[in-house]
Every structure is written in C-alpha cells, then in structure tokens.
C-alpha cells in the first residue's frame, strides 16, 4: 500500500498580512492611547466613537459603527459611557423617534481640539519612515487592499 505524502501547509504569523496588520494598528492606537487614557479617561472604543463625530456630527451609533468597522456593542457600550460623562449629545429624530443623533459636547469637543493635534503628529513622527513618494503609494495601496477586502467580505459567506 502507497502511503500518501500530505502537505501541510504552515502559516508563519509573523510574515502573515492580517497579522501584521493588526499588530502596527494596536502598537500605533495603543501609542495614541496614551495621550488621552490617563488625561481623559477614555478607552479606545471611546476616543474612536468620539473621533468619528468630530468629524461627521450627526450620525447615529450604527453609522459610527459602520464607518469605523467597530462592533456595534462596543459602539453602544462606548456611546453610553459618553453619554454619562456628557462628552456627546443624543438628539432625537423628530420624523423617526427610534433615530437619534450623536454629537460632541462643548466638553467633547474640547477634548477632541485637544487630542487630534497630538494624534496626527503621532501619526507624522509614524510616516517620518517614508518620503512623499513611498507615502502617496502607501496610501494607495491601503486604499486597494480595502476595497478588496471589502468585496472579499461582501461575497463570504455569512
């Protein structure tokens, strides 16, 4: 009898893409977590919450959800501890009650002027690494794999 030769295949996690991946966007959130956990007493989940509606103020808690691929209990969880420290707002949608709108508070919004400056020269000191050139093809290439993983994710089976 014929003993078959079975391959099998190894995975070496350091060289893995999602892996890599995962492990610089935890060492680089964890290096701007630190500007404002001990400052603000916000967690990541929180900052992100927070961030998103510097930026887009309005959305619901399943847009800050969608537009910042977090689970949408840590949204809920990070929303409601805003809520209770009054850095946001929730306004009611007077067409859909069941609706409502997040926005920064006057102390959110503080916050937020206070953190995105030392956030985005993190950010820099990070990108010093790479010329204009090698930042503008990184950019590009981030932007490629996302709308691949996005088609990838949208054709998995749920």
Excluded: C
């Amino acid at each position: 009898m014929v003993q078959e030769k079975r391959s099998t295949a190894v995975l070496e996690l350091e060289a893995f893409l999602p892996y890599r991946l995962s492990v610089l966007s935890n060492t680089v959130s964890t290096a701007i977590a630190k500007v404002y956990q001990q400052r603000f007493r916000l967690s990541v989940p929180e900052w992100r919450v927070m961030a998103i509606l510097g930026r887009y103020p309005g959305l619901s808690a399943a847009e800050v959800a969608e537009r910042t691929a977090m689970d949408k209990v840590a949204v809920s969880r990070a929303v409601a501890r805003l809520l209770s420290t009054g850095r946001i707002r929730r306004r009611f949608n007077d067409a859909d009650r069941r609706r409502s709108q997040l926005s920064l508070s006057e102390d959110g919004q503080a916050v937020y002027r206070e953190v995105v400056p030392q956030a985005l020269a993190l950010e820099g000191e990070l990108l010093e690494v790479l010329d204009d050139t090698e930042r503008a093809v990184f950019s590009d290439m981030l932007d490629r794999l996302m709308r691949r993983a996005v088609t990838m994710h949208a054709r998995s089976p749920r």
